[in-house]
């Protein structure tokens, strides 16, 4: 970790830790702080907490230094939504001057990304501050948060459980106040898990939405990208700063940016909002229930409507994953079999075996069961759903219990997301805090309707139902660890 040197403007003494993006950005162009001493702050907070949480494996503080300096010498900062805001990125955006790992040992070998990721690039232009990349499942394909290479990232809330992966570094920086937000993706629940497991929000958008260009991949036909954050607002003021086509990313949609901060505040007034039953429920440990009926009670949900055929809709996106995720890593496979996390490898073999027939299969039924969760959409404008069946489980933890059936956990924390993004629907993901741990829920909402969903979490969170709580513990003492 280099040696951050703290701040000596005069307005470095309020600490803007656990203020909100939009708050930071207020204050940064109202000149009550300043640009360089919120990064210093962060990065501080960075050398603090890392050693603890294990989220960050690159942190890019002389660059931050240097872009909060300009940001600080803007004429009418009032014109950058983000003005000042210290964020991190999952590392497999491209960074310029670091390597794309992507969590992997094979790709440290790698020379270093001559230049940003479209994303990090609009974000920037916004006035938002790169101060670092982080921690996750290698290549992406993991639900945990555990780095065989890196380390596990930690929960904030209890540092004995995970995070939820594979974006699991982000959900840590983010729940444990280190950045206002974060970047991560989502190819079957990597956004939506950590999210859930650390409290906080996180957006999904339909698949094609935001450009993956220069962004390490794993699934072509799955992979998302996306924010994570401590609020709704901040979820739409970044989502709105990354919007817009780009090149280098083929299945990026041509549509025009379509802003959504300026709608959160029409709330649900006219949307029929219903309840995702029969598969969503099966399986789901207390508090998941509890979470998903406390929201449904508080808009006054009383429909439910069934998936069809939702659990084979995650069988088939475990195959086209897999299949596809082997494609990709064959020539690794062959070369480095040894320098592979063994879950992973194992898993990408099984992949490359799977019958050319099955993966056809597959992608017919993908089709048929779009077809038919939109036919769903024309009566509801949005569903919730659980984002996990459980809270944070144990880091090491191999197996739980879930509709009286021992399973491994690894595949598990991904039954309610995957069915979702197989088929690209954009979800938000709101945090339940429950004691002694939040959960999540999703909010999915029809192709290109984030307003929706993010409608309706602006108001279940000006009503108090949801709330990315604060961790206890992280201003001196020692973390919490639960031992329920």
């Known amino acids: 970790m280099p040696n951050l040197r703290p701040s000596s403007s005069p307005d470095s003494a309020t600490d803007m830790a656990w203020s909100t993006a939009a708050e930071i950005a207020a204050a940064v162009a109202a000149g009550t702080t300043t640009a360089t001493a919120v990064v210093d702050q962060a990065l501080a907070r960075v050398a603090k907490l890392n050693p603890i949480l294990n989220a960050f494996t690159a942190v890019t503080a002389a660059r931050a230094q240097s872009r909060a300096s300009a940001i600080d010498s803007a004429r009418d900062k009032s014109k950058l939504p983000l003005a000042g805001v210290p964020f991190a990125v999952k590392n497999l955006f491209d960074v310029a001057g670091i390597v794309t790992t992507a969590g992997s040992k094979i790709n440290r070998g790698n020379a270093s ?76 629940g ?13 957006l999904k958008p339909t698949y094609g939405r935001l450009t993956r260009a220069r962004t390490f991949p794993f699934v072509f036909s ?112 062959r070369a480095r079999p040894a320098d592979f996390d063994p879950a992973v490898r194992d898993r990408l073999l099984a992949g490359a075996m799977v019958p050319s027939a099955l993966v056809v299969k597959a992608q017919v039924f993908r089709r048929w069961y779009r077809e038919r969760i939109l036919e769903l959409f024309e009566h509801v404008d949005a569903i919730l759903a659980p984002a996990t069946p459980c809270t944070a ?76 709580s604060r961790p206890t513990g992280l201003e001196g003492e020692k973390l919490r660890e639960h031992t329920s």
Not at 275 to 280: D, I, R
Not at 282 to 309: S, Y
Not at 431 to 457: F, H, M, S
């Open 113 to 188: 990304a001559d230049r940003d990721c479209p994303l990090i690039e609009r974000l920037e232009a916004a006035g938002a501050i790169l101060v670092g990349a982080l921690n996750m499942g290698e290549y992406a394909y993991d639900f945990t948060g555990e780095n065989v290479h890196d380390g596990p990232s930690r929960n904030p809330h209890d540092r004995s459980r995970m995070t939820g992966g594979s974006s699991g570094g982000s959900g840590g920086a983010v729940a444990g106040g280190m950045v206002p937000f974060a970047l991560g993706s989502d190819t079957n």
């Open 393 to 468: 489980p144990k880091i090491g933890q191999t197996a739980f219990v879930l509709d009286g059936q021992e399973v491994p956990v690894r595949p598990n924390l991904g039954i309610y997301t995957q069915p979702i993004s197989f088929i690209g629907l954009p979800v938000v993901a709101v945090p339940v805090p429950l004691k002694p741990l939040p959960i999540g829920v999703q909010i999915i909402a029809p192709p290109w309707r984030e307003d929706i969903a993010l409608r309706v979490a602006h108001a279940l969170e000006q009503m108090g139902i949801v709330a990315a």
């Open 222 to 333: 799955l992979d998302h990208l996306g924010p994570f954050a401590r609020s709704v607002r901040d979820l739409a003021l970044t989502y709105d700063a990354m919007q817009g086509p780009a090149e280098g990313d083929a299945a990026c949609a041509e549509r025009p940016v379509e802003p959504v901060t300026q709608e959160l505040d029409r709330g649900t007034s006219g949307l029929r909002i219903a309840t995702a039953a029969g598969y969503f429920r099966k399986g789901a440990f207390p508090e998941a229930i509890e979470a998903l009926e406390g929201i449904a009670k508080a808009l006054n949900v009383k429909e439910k409507v069934e998936f069809p055929e939702a659990a084979r809709a995650r069988a088939a996106a475990y195959l086209i994953t897999a299949t596809e995720g082997a494609a990709l890593h064959l020539d690794r496979l």
């Open 190 to 202: 990597s956004i939506r898990v950590p999210s859930s497991l650390c409290g906080i929000f996180g």
